[in-house]
């Protein structure tokens, strides 16, 4: 079992910066890729952003593409996720998620442990 805490969220104004951080444990050695979702009220859970684990390949939504950048620190065992140029429709609660499988897929299926989330808020 792979253990998430996402941790970093909070009220910023739009056109501000946030940086999501997810600390993993458990079966950090099975780790293929670790991704970030998000669910807005009344939304269904969407795809955000994915890193390969060992080659730190990345995949973005197209509506996060250029603001929010993935990255992970293998020997901290934690995914961050910085957002900049935030928008009131990236309000939403972030969730970090565990891959799978070896390739990284965006469907929510693919995706087995899941961290509590966090809340991100951008006011307008």
């Known amino acids: 079992q792979v253990l998430l805490v996402e941790s970093g969220g909070g009220l910023v104004q739009a056109g501000g910066s946030l940086r999501l951080s997810c600390l993993a444990s458990?079966?950090?050695?099975?780790?293929?890729?670790l991704g970030w979702f998000r669910q807005a009220p009344g939304k269904e859970r969407e795809f955000v952003a994915v890193?390969?684990?060992?080659?730190?390949?990345?995949t973005y939504a197209d509506s996060v593409k250029g603001r929010f950048t993935i990255s992970r620190d293998n020997a901290k065992n934690t995914v961050y996720l910085q957002m900049n140029s935030l928008k009131p429709e990236d309000t939403a609660v972030y969730y970090c998620?565990?891959?799978?499988?070896?390739?990284?897929?965006?469907?929510?299926?693919?995706?087995?442990?899941w961290g509590q989330g966090t809340q991100v808020t951008v006011s307008s």
């Open positions: 998620a565990n891959s799978k499988f070896a390739i990284m897929y965006m469907a929510i299926s693919a995706y087995d442990y």
């Open positions: 458990g079966r950090t050695n099975s780790i293929s890729g």
């Open positions: 890193i390969h684990w060992s080659r730190g390949i990345t």
